[in-house]
């Protein structure tokens, strides 16, 4: 949508959303396609060499899985995470002026949430969500 303002951009990909029809759709800007598409084709000399929808992608190439934890300021959630065999990776934003701190772990395996939600249950956990590789990502992990 190269060339388009904010707002024709906006417009047109809502109208190709709302059309019950394929539509075949070539891009290099992923991020307009992966609010557009539910399926996904990644071409290389002429010839389709990965495709599937965006969870699909997803669980083919994400072994490890990123969550972000919201919890109290105070808590000591981090210590227990960062003694644990499951985890590769723990990182802490504490948002200034807030009682509030964003924990990012990193699990070796999608297995491995049971073993968190072991740990958290101890914990008064305000939000958590998983962190997706967006196309772009997956476009980068295949070239």
């Known amino acids: 949508m190269l060339g388009l303002d904010l707002k024709t951009t906006n417009f047109i990909i809502e109208r190709l959303k709302s059309l019950d029809k394929t539509v075949f759709l070539t891009s290099h800007n992923l991020?307009?396609?992966?609010?557009?598409?539910?399926?996904?084709?990644?071409?290389?000399d002429g010839s389709i060499i990965l495709e599937g929808s965006k969870k699909e992608l997803?669980?083919?190439?994400?072994?490890?899985?990123?969550?972000?934890?919201?919890?109290?300021?105070?808590?000591?959630?981090?210590?227990?995470?960062?003694?644990?065999?499951?985890?590769?990776?723990?990182?802490?934003?504490?948002?200034?002026?807030k009682n509030i701190q964003e924990i990012?772990?990193?699990?070796?395996?999608?297995?491995?949430?049971?073993?968190?939600?072991?740990?958290?249950?101890?914990?008064?956990?305000?939000?958590?969500?998983e962190n997706d590789l967006s196309i772009e990502d997956i476009f980068l992990k295949i070239i």
């Not at 991020?31 to 290389?44: G, R, T």
């Not at 994400?62 to 644990?84: M, P, T, Y």
């Open 31 to 44: 991020n307009v396609l992966e609010k557009v598409c539910n399926k996904f084709a990644f071409i290389k």
């Open 58 to 97: 997803n669980d083919f190439f994400q072994k490890e899985v990123q969550i972000a934890i919201i919890i109290d300021r105070n808590s000591q959630l981090r210590k227990s995470l960062e003694k644990e065999q499951f985890i590769n990776k723990v990182d802490t934003i504490i948002e200034e002026n």
């Open 104 to 129: 990012t772990v990193t699990l070796k395996d999608r297995k491995n949430y049971r073993d968190l939600f072991s740990i958290l249950k101890d914990h008064d956990v305000i939000k958590m969500y």
